[in-house]
């Protein structure tokens, strides 16, 4: 969607007299006035079509109440001219083919890192056709959504059609009246052409104050309420606090926008707002991440009067050895056998490395840590129960698991250092290896 009003753009980019008066267009004739500029049938051509094919989106589509963009097409203005403004032509074209390739990229690192592995190349076999399931099917995960949204325009001309009728019948005063019923309120003046209007009258007027309240962040299915709030104990008052869409650190414009009709955006623009939907995806044509060679969170301290920030960086540079470790590293060169260190821990239960090669083999603790806890757990009900027996069931159960994950563990990490020529395993103590 956003790509394809690129491709609007690129019809319109080469007339400035047109650019200029959708500049200054302020109402939704302004379709019928393009052909009276030069390049307006065809700019008039290209917007239709887009409108055809996506026009019976909007923000906060699910509401078939809210005006499409076929509707109010003076929507999509700032966007198109913004596209025009920040991309040169068949930006589209080559943005497709950019994410492509940086897709193909990854799928090459993750493929080469799997091959390292015990059993790799199987592994990287497995992963290989599930990548090429995922890429080939995911964009049918928008197939429902597409059509769901088609069929709400559908229904609400529909339903217009029949108020277009109740209003020249004098039943209603506005065809968007029927918004304020129920669609069995609505069937039955349609049946009886009978309606007691102080029923929209004080709809319309609880609506009001409904815009002016603040929605819970989170309610669940039971209609319960969770309330919460931003820590800012070591935050600025002026600080902005939301949720990011992506991980990482990122320093660049950011434009605070609430009405998509009034989006200014550049490419690396920052979006700040208060939700998205489908209908911003043209927007996100703008906002690809500029990475500053690092990632991680970003601290704010205070200490005293001074404020500080903490951010983590990765920093390319040649290894500058010291005498000791130069020694090390010379001798280690010479051995006639290969060095395999293993550091074991709790978020990694283990971390194996060569260091000659660079090659490393982090085995995550997440599963040793649930399975301590589910038993932890068990323990603690059987407790308070006084079940003692069924106690020493489980704790030799627990025991019995961990024998037979660390057997497992020790055989992969025996597979690991085989693919080296003499290997010998040092463990936890890995000074001079």
């Not at 409108?51 to 005006?67: A, F, S, W």
């Not at 059993?119 to 429902?144: C, H, S, V, W």
């Not at 609505?186 to 102080?198: A, G």
């Not at 971390?351 to 323990?379: A, C, P, T």
């Amino acid at each position: 969607m956003g790509l394809a009003l690129l491709d609007v753009a690129d019809v319109i980019r080469p007339y400035p007299e047109l650019i200029a008066y959708l500049q200054g267009v302020k109402n939704d004739n302004f379709l019928d006035e393009l052909v009276k500029f030069e390049g307006g049938q065809e700019a008039q051509d290209a917007i239709t079509a887009y409108l055809n094919k996506y026009g019976m989106r909007c923000v906060g589509e699910i509401d078939m109440t809210k005006t499409r963009w076929s509707e109010k097409p003076i929507t999509l203005i700032s966007m198109i001219l913004s596209n025009i403004k920040n991309f040169e032509p068949n930006a589209s074209k080559r943005k497709f083919e950019q994410g492509r390739q940086e897709a193909l990229k990854k799928e090459q690192e993750l493929l080469d890192q799997l091959k390292q592995l015990p059993d790799g190349e199987q592994k990287a076999t497995e992963t290989k056709r599930m990548i090429d399931l995922i890429r080939n099917f995911i964009g049918y995960r928008e197939y429902p959504k597409y059509g769901m949204i088609s069929r709400y325009f559908v229904y609400k001309q529909a339903l217009l059609k029949e108020a277009e009728q109740l209003v020249q019948a004098d039943i209603i005063h506005e065809k968007e009246d029927i918004y304020y019923l129920t669609f069995e309120e609505l069937h039955e003046v349609v049946r009886t052409n009978k309606l007691d209007y102080q029923i929209i009258n004080k709809r319309k007027d609880d609506y009001k104050l409904y815009e002016k309240l603040t929605p819970p962040r989170v309610i669940t299915s039971d209609g319960e309420i969770i309330t919460g709030k931003y820590k800012r104990e070591n935050l600025p008052d002026e600080a902005k606090v939301g949720l990011p869409v992506s991980s990482g650190v990122i320093e660049e414009r950011a434009r605070v926008i609430l009405n998509m009709e009034e989006a200014d955006l550049e490419e690396g623009d920052i979006l700040v707002t208060a939700f998205t939907d489908p209908s911003w995806t043209p927007l996100f044509v703008f906002l690809t991440q500029k990475r500053k060679g690092f990632r991680g969170t970003m601290e704010l301290l205070r200490k005293g009067k001074h404020w500080y920030v903490a951010i983590p960086i990765q920093i390319s540079s040649e290894l500058d050895f010291g005498k000791k470790h130069k020694r090390i590293f010379e001798n280690m060169k010479r051995r006639k056998y290969t060095s395999i260190g293993v550091d074991l821990g709790l978020r990694h239960i283990a971390v194996v490395s060569e260091l000659l090669s660079g090659r490393r083999q982090f085995f995550s603790g997440k599963e040793v840590g649930y399975m301590r806890r589910h038993f932890r757990s068990l323990r603690r009900s059987l407790g308070k129960a006084k079940v003692l027996r069924v106690m020493k069931r489980i704790g030799k159960k627990e025991r019995q698991w961990m024998k037979d994950y660390n057997r497992k563990l020790a055989k992969d990490i025996v597979d690991l250092s085989l693919q080296f020529d003499n290997p010998i395993i040092k463990m936890e103590a890995l000074d001079d290896i």
